[in-house]
DNA sequence: TTGAAAGCGCTAACAA
DNA sequence: TTGTTAGCGCTTTCAA
């Protein structure tokens, strides 16, 4: 139990059966040209002595880490996790190891997990920006020593970078929209920073769907702020002041949908007589609510995956990331009790 | 921006400053006995030139990885999410990489992630063991080379080994015990598999507090299955047909408890009124459900942190793991309104 | 305080 | 199909 033994190598496999580590090295990564007596000789030989490979000489030597970073703002969302499980599926599935850095959404933590992942040599990134970036010049060494990177969720829409996303917009849109259909006028919007793309794709949604249907964009009914619990507690002394009260409004996150839709039940309101409410995300909290939560479906996990497959592909040259620069992938209104005033229009 | 450089070494430092490479290393790794001259010429130079520690090649030659595997059960949960945030921050200030892990509450997946991370090389595993896992014989290679496991929360209590839990007995006797100072007469209890010291000790420690009132365990108030919603669905039905009704749910996780009282809300039962409930760790959702779920705080953050840190302390040297082979993280009850039924007994 | 040299374990170019 | 050999970049022992 405490004598530790010394590490097995392909030399020691080599001798064993008197053949040169090269060819034990051939064999155990599968080249070809080697004949199967030798191989399955080998394959028994390095099971019997306990061989274990080694990805530090191997990466030395091969210049390439098997690692993929990831970037992401917070750790503590269901979102994050679900793409994280997503991108660990196909990561594992392809044999690539991860590293997570978490940003907190503050800019210089991402500098510096980012600068830290470059030192790090991983083979490519996964990003999702924070709530405080505005440019991508920590990016920069990774352009210049051709590292892929792929942006997810929060991107920077206009620049040139390969991106996996949903359409914000339209789902801004079918949501507002959806309220529209149910007969609500006066519909509320809280969102977050509008230096996000996705925020401000989904405001934009809401807006035109607004103004498609003849409607006023008042001032304020448009909450823009860090969807934090305080934030929405906030908000909703000043909704309980307006007059007439809105009778809607588009929460541009689940999890803060639910603190509001706490918070306005305390309040004596009625969801959806009084107010109805569409989130964003389709969170497991969604359902636990009550009434349950009427919100826009953003598969996490196939996101994940998506973004993972496509920058393995490109590691692995069999596709190239320039092809393709972004990737919309399916978002859905989810339509449950929150939103539904009429009987005859679910 | 395609030009791709050159990587540069020790070696490029050390020419370029007319020192050998060993001087540049033992600079860079703030070795004694250095002059401070060079040694700020070297920092200068390395900096200028753009270089990049190499992992690889130090990991190969120091026969150390810096990493730190984790295995867990879960991804997707609140408290592993804790864990994870409380053993990356250690991990970062020691600047301590980590490898995580996932078994989906499968043997073999747990089986196969041991087997994993020992061929990655990590220099210390930190474990919670899955639904399923029977004996820790996967560890023994670990144990035969001499590298440190710690486990957390899901732990084998008879082993031998360094585990960060909570006082899961104490836990379930006190929030048992709040219940009975509540007047509850019939309390059930959903617990998870007997196999699992959280579920087992919570399960005791209802039953001693049960016991010690002089309180009835009937056979069918005691609900053990995968937590699931189908699950708690099931038991619902039962629960349902009981006669008389239970008073009081003591539910050992608190996502679960937001299903159960969100199903026997529906069947048209007030809590706390007809059924007190509480749940277990304190997650985000046990403040956003209605009432507000009393539940048990289990600091999910802080005992990644304390695993961690022992784990990296142990590794440096500066203390052994076998000093201290339990770690008990301080646990307590938070009462909320689920499960207030007097008011003159908060 | 610095340098020379060996070697960690693997892979790949070249040769056979 | 297999072997020889060099070298990836770093750390460390020994010597100066």
New binding site residues.
């Given amino acids: 139990m405490n004598t530790i033994k ?2 097995v ?3 020691d496999i ?1 001798q064993q059966i ?9 064999a ?2 599968n ?5 199967e ?3 399955t000789k080998i394959f028994k030989a390095a099971k019997e002595l306990g ?4 990805n530090f ?2 990466n ?4 390439k880490s098997h690692t993929i970073g990831i970037i992401i703002h917070e750790l503590k969302s269901n979102f994050t996790t679900l793409v994280l499980a997503g991108i660990e599926k196909a990561a594992t599935l392809a044999g690539y190891d991860l590293i997570i850095a978490h940003s907190s959404e503050s800019v210089e933590k991402e500098i510096a997990n980012a600068n830290n992942l470059f030192h790090k040599r991983v083979d490519g990134v996964i990003a999702s920006l924070s709530f405080e970036t505005e440019t991508l010049d920590h990016f920069e060494p990774y352009y210049d020593k051709n590292i892929p990177v792929i942006f997810f969720d929060r991107v920077e829409e206009d620049s040139p970078t390969t991106k996996v996303i949903i359409d914000n917009y339209k789902s801004g849109y079918i949501a507002t929209k959806h309220l529209i259909d149910q007969g609500c006028q006066r519909i509320l919007l809280i969102a977050g920073s509008q230096k996000r793309n996705v925020y401000y794709q989904r405001y934009k949604g809401y807006a035109d769907a607004l103004r498609d249907h003849q409607m006023d964009m008042a001032k304020e009914q448009v909450f823009i702020n860090d969807l934090s619990e305080a934030a929405v507690e906030k908000a909703v002394d000043q909704i309980l002041k307006m007059k007439p009260l809105p009778d809607a409004a588009f929460i541009t996150n689940d999890f803060t949908a639910a603190v509001f839709m706490k918070k306005i039940k305390e309040k004596g309101l009625r969801i959806p007589e009084d107010i109805a409410v569409v989130g964003f995300n389709n969170d497991a909290i969604s359902r636990m609510v009550e009434p349950e939560l009427t919100t826009i479906n953003y598969p996490g996990f196939q996101v994940g995956e998506v973004a993972a497959t496509h920058l393995i592909n490109h590691l692995q040259g069999k596709a190239n990331l320039k092809d393709m620069s972004t990737i919309i992938i399916h978002s859905e209104l989810i339509i449950r009790k929150s939103s539904i005033k009429s009987k005859k229009n679910p």
Avoid: C, E, M
């Fill in positions: 010394k590490d190598t392909i030399y080599a008197g053949v040169s580590p090269a060819t034990v090295s051939r155990l990564n080249k070809p040209f080697i004949s007596k030798t191989k061989y274990r490979h080694n000489a191997s030395l030597r091969k210049q």
